[in-house]
């Protein structure tokens, strides 16, 4: 989260001085529909006819489009091996088998890669637009298409940000957003599912609400209702990501402006690179990416800069290698909620392993990444490429 101020706060003392803090109400009592709102504006930003807000972040926006398209027992859905822990584990709690694949230069999932691992129980893909940086869409689509999978957008980490002029989460079959406390805009968690597909949405509002048989909307779903989870969003969160998602546009503007001129400024000074990118114009500019020969020479630039900037092999949690709970398939409380151990998952590929996708590892050695802040003054962006610069010519020349 880059900013937060009085907005937030007029909006959730309108919610509290309401009474009205839980999301189903009746505007007669004074209820507000905040999540209501919110999910009409976040659904019309992003390009789909449905938004389903909901408290248990990205994961549980995973969770319901997968099981929105029906994604069980017996299916593998393909993931990058670059991500959060959850774009996989989110797969595992709907009872299916997330099968690991390589990402290319662009650091999202290699679309050559994503078609060799396709195989003859492949349901669906998740590709993933990590640190605000889209994956290369109609590639993965066409792949999609040619061989009958579905598609769910991880946007987790790309709030608003877009691919060939269309936003991330409409290409898809579904799209999934966070809003917890390290993204773009944030309700300090929660999360929000885009769909245009009917029936996944309906499948999605019963999954995410058990008690979806006695609201008022019940009537007009066609799915027959059923029992699963509890990530209902409450108004107080509603009312945030709605002033949140008001401060959107801006803080892209100022994200992107700052990043492009960082990256203008030292894109090949004494050899230095910066990563390749689906869409420039589109990358959200979270973070500016360079690419180095080699794990030292990434090291020793990282160093010389003195910039709190990262090696991303270092950044453990997103790294397959290090998502141990999944390596050693430790999964659900009771072992016969592990799928793995499922009778309809025996013979699906499940190795995590480190030897399975070493060209993501390799990448992530000598990849080196430089956050970006929106509220940065012209000073220190001028600091921070005088910084770039001297390192690149002391470690690189």
């Given amino acids: 989260m880059y900013r937060i101020g009085q907005a937030e706060i007029d909006e959730v003392t309108k919610v509290i001085e309401s009474g009205q803090l839980f999301r189903v109400g009746s505007p007669e009592a004074g209820h507000l529909g905040e999540c209501d709102r919110f999910e009409k504006e976040w659904a019309g930003r992003i390009g789909t006819k449905y938004a389903l807000l909901m408290c248990g972040g990205g994961t549980a926006a995973l969770v319901c489009a997968l099981a929105g398209l029906g994604i069980g027992p017996g299916d593998e859905v393909i993931v990058p091996a670059y991500t959060w822990m959850s774009t996989a584990t989110s797969v595992l709690t709907v009872g299916a088998i997330p099968v690991l694949a390589e990402v290319d230069e662009t650091m999202a999932l290699d679309p050559d890669e994503f078609e060799r691992r396709i195989g003859p129980n492949t349901k669906a893909v998740i590709p993933v637009h990590m640190l605000g940086r889209a994956a290369n869409m109609e590639r993965i689509l066409e792949i999609a298409r040619k061989h009958g999978l579905k598609v769910i957008e991880d946007s987790c980490q790309m709030n608003g940000g877009s691919y060939k002029g269309k936003r991330t989460g409409s290409w898809g079959d579904a799209g999934a957003f966070s809003f917890n406390h390290f993204k773009i805009i944030s309700s300090g968690e929660g999360g929000c599912m885009v769909t245009s597909d009917r ?20 009537a007009e779903l066609d799915i027959p209702i059923f029992v699963a989870q509890q990530y209902r969003a409450d108004e107080i969160m509603g009312a945030i990501i709605r002033m949140q998602a008001q401060r959107l546009d801006g803080i892209l503007a100022d994200l992107r402006r700052i990043a492009r001129r960082i990256e203008a ?11 390749p990118n689906n869409d420039i114009d589109g990358d959200c500019g979270v973070v500016v990416a360079y690419r180095l020969p080699n794990e030292s020479a990434a090291r020793g630039f990282l160093s010389a800069s003195g910039l709190g900037g990262y090696v991303g092999i270092d950044h453990g949690k997103h790294i397959f290698t290090e998502w141990t709970p999944l390596v050693e398939k430790r999964i659900m409380h009771h072992p016969a909620m592990n799928p793995f151990l499922f009778e309809a998952n025996k013979g699906l590929r499940a190795d995590y392993s480190a030897d399975v996708c070493p060209k993501t590892l390799e990448l992530l050695r000598r990849t080196v990444y430089i956050p970006v802040n929106p509220d940065w003054a012209e000073q220190q962006v001028d600091t921070t490429i005088s910084a770039l610069r001297a390192a690149a010519g002391t470690t690189l020349a």
């Fill in 199 to 218: 029936k996944l949405y309906e499948t999605a509002i019963a999954y995410a609400d058990s008690g979806t048989a006695f609201r008022p909307h019940a």
């Fill in 265 to 275: 400024e030292t894109e090949g000074v004494s050899g230095l690179k910066v990563a």
